[in-house]
């Protein structure tokens, strides 16, 4: 009687909450961290507050889904017809409880340049700027909740009002942002205590790179699949991106950066959009594999807008970060070459 009750349930939440359904299961099986399969992403070249808002739309959908599939459940084991307002009320008492605790970032610069690292939203202080030299560290506390990207600017001239400008990731000449900074750059994407404590990250070169980056996890329950030195067994270490001439970005006849390729040719193909938007993938889509160029050199890093599968990742139990720039030693990484 369960179990055919169940299977009711189930079937019930195939159609337009399979889905929904399969992110709830997913995120709770990786509670305890790691990668985190196919979570859906905007299109790019990015537009201010898109991503954001797709997150928390999918958060939404990840509460619903949850607490649909814990109510019918619950329902079919009692003999009740399942119920849709109940669920959604579960799904709400469970989000709720006490605000997430302050998490702290480190940023380690590992090359042979300074680095202004941006962040937005930025430090409990209110501050979204800093600078880095070789060598260098700062440890930064952000909020428990924080939905925010981490950037490296290179090559910056500011004076003493904070008012200058970067070759790389400038955020309108700014030393403290008050927004995103320039394409390309490398960014760290953030969205902690995101669904049932647990927090999404990444490293993100689907607008370019403009400096090699990977992130360590720290006072948390899950594993951290990137070592210190910037490799995750079976996938590979942290490369500089060696870019081709068609995605050169220079400044003074020098390359700082490497563009993607949506962003430097915007076409539909490149950009994933229009007739190429279903099934797009770069092997066969696009006229030339640029994504590849991006992921040999940061595999567990996004390298296109469809890349989720290998580059989402999770961490649970108030876990504290390291963002480092720099590639595995022994080597010093700086700007693609």
């Known amino acids: ?39 859906p992403r905007a299109g790019r070249t990015r537009t201010l507050g898109g991503v954001t808002r797709l997150r928390r739309t999918i958060m939404l959908m990840l509460l619903v889904g949850a ?13 009740a017809a399942p119920s849709g307002s109940a669920a959604i009320a579960a799904s ?10 302050p998490r702290t970032v480190t940023l380690v610069n590992r090359t042979d340049v300074t680095i202004w690292p941006a962040a937005w939203p ?19 506390t952000v909020a428990g909740d924080w939905n925010a990207r981490l950037w490296g600017r290179t090559g910056c001239r500011f004076d003493g009002a904070g008012r200058g400008s970067c070759q790389t990731g400038d955020c309108a000449g ?38 090699p980056m990977y992130i360590n996890t720290a006072h948390g329950t899950a594993p951290d699949r990137i070592s210190a030195e910037g490799c995750e067994a079976g996938h590979g270490c942290t490369r500089t991106v060696q870019c081709p001439k068609a995605l ?13 390729p949506c962003a430097r040719f915007g076409t539909d193909r490149y950009c994933c959009r229009s007739q190429f938007a279903a099934g797009c993938n770069p ?17 567990y890093a996004y390298s296109w807008s469809g890349d989720d599968a290998t580059s989402v990742f999770a961490c649970a139990g108030g876990c504290d970060y390291r963002i480092t720039f720099g590639v595995t030693p022994p080597a010093v990484g700086g700007p693609p070459g």
């Open 1 to 39: 009687m369960i179990a055919s009750a169940t299977e009711g349930v189930l079937a019930r939440l195939t159609g337009p909450f399979r889905r929904v359904g399969a992110l709830a299961r997913r995120a709770t099986a990786v509670s305890g961290g790691g990668r985190v399969p196919a979570r």
């Open 67 to 79: 607490g649909l599939l814990a109510a019918g459940l619950a329902d079919a084991a009692s003999g």
């Open 92 to 101: 709400r008492a469970s989000a709720a409880g006490a605000p997430a605790s």
């Open 122 to 140: 930025g430090s409990l202080t209110g501050r979204t700027g800093w600078r880095l030299d070789p060598g260098a560290r700062v440890t930064i």
């Open 174 to 211: 700014r030393f403290q942002c008050r927004g995103w900074g320039a394409i390309p750059a490398t960014l760290a994407e953030y969205d902690l205590d995101a669904y049932d404590h647990l927090d999404f990250y990444d490293v993100s070169m689907v607008d370019g790179s403009n400096l």
């Open 248 to 260: 050169q970005v220079h400044h003074g006849g020098h390359l700082v950066a490497c563009i993607s």
């Open 283 to 299: 092997a066969t889509t696009w006229p030339i594999d640029y994504a590849r160029v991006f992921k040999r050199a940061e595999p």
